[in-house]
């Protein structure tokens, strides 16, 4: 079993709808959570950390559920410019710091 | 702050030629990691770097070495480039710190073995 797993999508959406993406992971000793956002051919970069109690950077919302072992994150008022891959990455710093992708989810924001 | 640099940006080899890909962080970081992600696939960890002194194999260490110069440098090796070795490359660094940990990647390194 994967230790991050993702709806790989793709998500097609008009402009301004809202948009939610899930990811599970396998092992509750996971430290740190984090969405990163990618786009073709380029680096994945940082979107957001996820904290327990939820968090929240314009229009961008990321949540944990550590008894349901899961993350989510949602997009409002989606822009032509959220096309991208979205990745859901889990951290166990504990464990020689090693990072867990999952595969990612794609987004096409539609006009 | 530079970030995460990785020279070279594109490369070339022929099947059998050796070459290093070189990276560097300026993050005072303590762990670093090489990847590789091929066309329409996720991130696979090759090695990593979790401290100073330290590297370990990850999910596909197989014909790839590594070099944790120093605290700054992480350098992955290819002895003998082979097709399959054809690959986008991503070089990353975390601090290592319990509570604020995120992993930063350069630009990456495009190579392609004939």
């Known amino acids: 079993r994967k230790e991050v797993e993702q709806d790989p999508g793709p998500f097609n959406v008009p402009e301004g709808a809202t948009v939610a993406f899930n990811c599970t992971y396998s092992?509750?000793?996971?430290?740190?959570f984090f969405w990163y956002r990618q786009d073709c051919r380029k680096e994945p970069k940082l979107l957001m950390s996820?904290?327990?109690s939820g968090n929240e950077d314009g229009r961008f919302t990321a949540q944990l559920n550590r008894a349901s072992q899961y993350i989510s994150l949602l997009i409002r008022d989606s822009k032509l410019s959220d096309s991208a891959t979205y990745l859901c990455?889990?951290?166990?710093?504990?464990?020689?710091?090693?990072?867990?992708f999952g595969s990612g989810t794609k987004l096409n924001v539609k006009p | 702050n530079a970030g995460v640099t990785q020279t070279p940006k594109f490369q070339v080899l022929k099947t059998g030629q050796s070459m290093t890909l070189q990276c560097a962080q300026d993050?005072?970081?303590?762990?670093m990691y090489w990847y590789r992600q091929d066309p329409g696939m996720g991130l696979r960890l090759i090695y990593y770097?979790?401290?100073?002194?330290?590297?370990d194999k990850g999910e596909v260490p197989n014909g790839y070495n590594v070099s944790r110069l120093n605290k700054r440098e992480f350098s992955l090796r290819l002895e003998s480039a082979a097709p399959s070795q054809t690959s986008v490359y991503f070089c990353?660094?975390?601090?290592?710190?319990?509570?604020?940990?995120?992993?930063?990647f350069g630009p990456g390194t495009r190579l392609t073995v004939l």
């Open positions: 990353a660094s975390s601090p290592g710190l319990a509570g604020k940990n995120e992993q930063f």
């Open positions: 996820v904290y327990s």
């Open positions: 990455v889990v951290n166990f710093v504990y464990n020689f710091n090693k990072f867990y």
């Open positions: 993050m005072n970081h303590n762990s």
């Open positions: 092992n509750s000793a996971s430290q740190s």
């Open positions: 770097s979790a401290s100073e002194g330290t590297t």
